[in-house]
């Protein structure tokens, strides 16, 4: 359409690119950006920018895109614009990119300014663990790095910002768009109304302010790929129908499919042949419904498709993979022979791999207000067992769940959270990660009841659900390394992102546990002995803690981890007098027990390493968890005393004098505050 030659200093008239951390294929292990969210103390710019590496060539265009950016280029190349009027660039070389020719920088965000699920999870997964958070999301900052490139500023004078992808909403709800010198944001499909628009703005025409495409394309009209696509993804599903009520728009309308011959196996040529990817993964909101026209899954569809796909990647080797990415629960367990028939290509040769899962909940009555179609053909009152049973099934089939369960949904109660709780512990023998997401507004709950972070922490139940939730990912992800970095193709980067996962892993998680008080089930199959100590039991008194305190004292010279743990209201006690776990912590009298007990399950657990990792097959491995688990404990225990130094001997020698008068202070109705004895 514009076909001019021109110097490419000049500039390309279509400037499309995305923030550095979408951009990046992290060496071919796109599982691993989700280092993306980790914010900026932990990421200079340096390191994040030989971290989030993007392939180009010398003048700038990528050999890899984001999916999303290779449907937009495709789209633009489709209606009539040719190769030197459209560049998909790499945002760390716009300034080739750019010049007096260019009128619209196309930016593809995923997360503009860090407000979505992944960057909500990882404030959490730190403030949890006590490790500092302090800046913006990395790939929020990537994405302002972009959007204030000094190459776009010399030019705005003739060029046209347009910001398009899955956060443009955080831009448009902030009001930051504007702030931002952003002329055109983008909601919704591209295929059938962003071309236009983009003629028009080369047409000189002035187009600013929100534009909202939400008549998605018919399938025929979305054309394939031509730049690969990082993951090597193909879309295999548009649409998904169950009609959950925070989905965006574009994924509410039901399912549509695209055929095999003519598109998917263009894409998967594309990814292969251009991209160089050896691993497939047919994209869709959920896979096993590829080709139904309802609810209800077509198995003969989805297993030709695979078969089809299979034969195409196999004629490029016995090394390549086919791998799809999300299922719901209920269509697991609506058609768990068609589960069987896909792992069986899928996961070949005794292979694993990952598919997402959104639970969401555990609880039927928030199933009912706003996602009852999440069940179908099931009722939500089957929900919690259809996810069960949908874990067991993908799990008997080598596929590791990654599972979300959602934090502050509309109209939850307390009595939502603890179903949850109770759906997490039914799932903990399973081989799933379980990620608790802030519920963020989106879809048609947009603009409502956004979740504050730490409210959510502070609050004892959902505090719980997230610890516990973030234990068994934390405890998934250590045995699942392997799979993480699996795909990446830079052996030595491979190396060294598999130590520094498994160190911040088990570093996180021994936090967690030491803050949950408690002890994952898989611990007491090789910890020798283990005794634990309820705080805050009902009606428990300074001198009660006092005798438990001796009581641990006692037990010094044995072969014992002393686990404190908070009181839980379960059984006859259910509902009552919840623990605050930073209230206990606040206590001198407390905190001094809590500190003692874990002393002495660090000390042991030193001693006891061998018999920890014993049961580990792998002997690298067992090596390395070996030394990071004595690193950990070794850490926590220096931290622990550190801090009981600090509580002083006055109080320590004051506990000892209380605790021998305990038993007659017990019987008698007077208690004696704390600090009056201690004058
Ligand atoms: S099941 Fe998933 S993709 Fe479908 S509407 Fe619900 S949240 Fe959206």
């Known amino acids: 359409m514009f076909g001019v030659m021109f110097r490419h200093n000049d500039g390309y008239p279509i400037v499309l690119t995305s923030e550095i951390a979408t951009a990046s294929d992290t060496f071919g292990a796109s599982v691993v950006g989700f280092a993306s969210a980790i914010p900026e103390n932990y990421f200079r710019r340096r390191i994040a920018h030989m971290f989030f590496r ?39 070389k716009l300034d080739r990119v750019i010049g007096p020719r260019t009128r619209i920088v196309g930016i593809y965000t995923m997360d503009a300014l860090g407000l979505s699920y992944g960057s909500g999870i990882l404030y959490w997964i730190l403030k949890l663990a006590d490790l500092p958070y302090r800046g913006l999301p990395y790939i929020a900052r990537s994405f302002m790095e972009v959007v204030e490139h000094p190459a776009i500023k010399a030019h705005k004078d003739h060029i046209k910002v347009v910001v398009g992808g899955p956060a443009t909403w955080q831009l448009v709800d902030t009001g930051a768009w504007q702030k931002l010198g952003v002329d055109v944001v983008y909601e919704g499909s591209f295929e059938n109304y962003g071309p236009v628009l983009f003629e028009r703005i080369l047409k000189g025409e002035d187009v600013r302010g929100r534009v909202v495409n939400s008549k998605p394309p018919s399938m025929e009209e979305v054309p394939t790929i031509v730049t690969p696509s990082i993951g090597g993804i193909v879309e295999v599903t548009r649409g998904c129908g169950r009609g959950c009520a925070f989905c965006t728009p574009t994924l509410n309308g039901m399912i549509s499919s695209f055929p095999f011959e003519g598109h998917i196996d263009k894409e998967i040529i594309t990814n292969i042949e251009k991209g160089g990817f050896k691993s497939i993964t047919l994209h869709s909101e959920e896979f096993f419904r590829y080709g139904a026209k309802g609810i209800d899954p077509n198995p003969d569809k989805v297993k030709e498709l695979v078969v089809k796909a299979y034969k195409l990647i196999k004629r490029y080797g016995e090394d390549y993979r086919l791998h799809t990415d999300f299922t719901t629960a209920a269509v697991v367990v609506q058609a768990p022979e068609l589960v069987k ?23 039927p009555r928030l199933l009912n207000m ?78 409502r009841d956004f ?107 044995y072969r014992i981890l002393t686990f404190p743990l908070p009181f839980i209201p379960m059984g006859a006690l259910r509902r009552r007098d919840f623990t605050v776990l930073d209230k206990m ?10 500190l003692k007990a874990l002393i002495k399950s660090m000390e042991e657990a030193v001693r006891s390493v061998e018999l920890i990792v014993g049961n580990m097959e792998n002997m690298v491995a067992k090596l390395i968890i070996k030394r990071i688990s004595l690193f950990a404990f070794n850490l926590v225990l220096s931290r622990y ?39």
Do not use: C
């Not at 929900?383 to 109209?411: C, F, H, K, S």
């Not at 004051?654 to 600090?675: E, G, M, N, Q, Y």
């Open 54 to 92: 993007v392939s180009s060539d010398r003048e700038g265009r990528v050999k890899r895109a984001p999916y999303g950016l290779a449907k937009v280029e495709a789209a633009l190349l489709h209606y009539g614009f040719s190769r030197s009027d459209v560049v998909i660039a790499s945002p760390y």
């Open 370 to 447: 706003l996602m009852a179609g999440k069940a179908k053909p099931f009722t939500p009152r089957q929900y919690p067992d259809i996810v069960e049973q949908a874990v067991g099934i993908l799990n008997d089939n080598r596929w590791v769940v990654v599972g979300t369960m959602i934090l502050n949904l509309p109209g939850e109660r307390d009595e939502d959270v603890a179903a949850s709780l109770e759906l997490l512990d039914r799932l903990r023998k399973y081989r799933i990660l379980t990620f608790p997401l802030p519920f963020i507004p989106m879809g048609a709950l947009r603009k």
């Open 585 to 594: 912590i606040e206590d001198p009298l407390r905190r001094e027990f809590i």
């Open 451 to 557: 979740t504050v972070l730490d409210k959510m922490i502070e609050d004892p139940l959902r505090r719980e659900l997230i610890l516990k939730a973030l234990i068994k990912s934390m405890e998934e992800a250590v045995r699942s390394v392997e799979l993480i970095v699996g795909n990446m193709e830079n052996i030595v980067a491979k190396l060294i992102i598999r130590r520094i996962s498994l160190f911040a892993f088990n570093l996180v998680l021994s936090r967690y546990k030491a803050k949950l008080g408690q002890l994952g089930e898989h611990s007491a199959e090789f910890i020798r002995k283990l005794a634990s100590a309820a705080l805050n039991l009902p009606g428990e008194r300074d001198e009660d803690v006092a005798a438990s305190l001796e009581l641990l004292d006692r037990l010094r010279k």
């Open 341 to 363: 028939f896909v792992g069986e290509y899928m996961n070949e040769g005794g292979d694993w791999s990952f598919i997402e899962m959104g639970i969401e909940t555990g609880s």
């Open 641 to 679: 005393k550190a801090k009981l130094g600090q509580l002083g001997e006055q109080s320590a020698e004051f506990i000892r004098k209380l605790a021998s008068a305990a038993w007659d202070i017990s019987k008698s109705p007077v208690r004696i505050p704390i600090d009056e004895a201690n004058q």
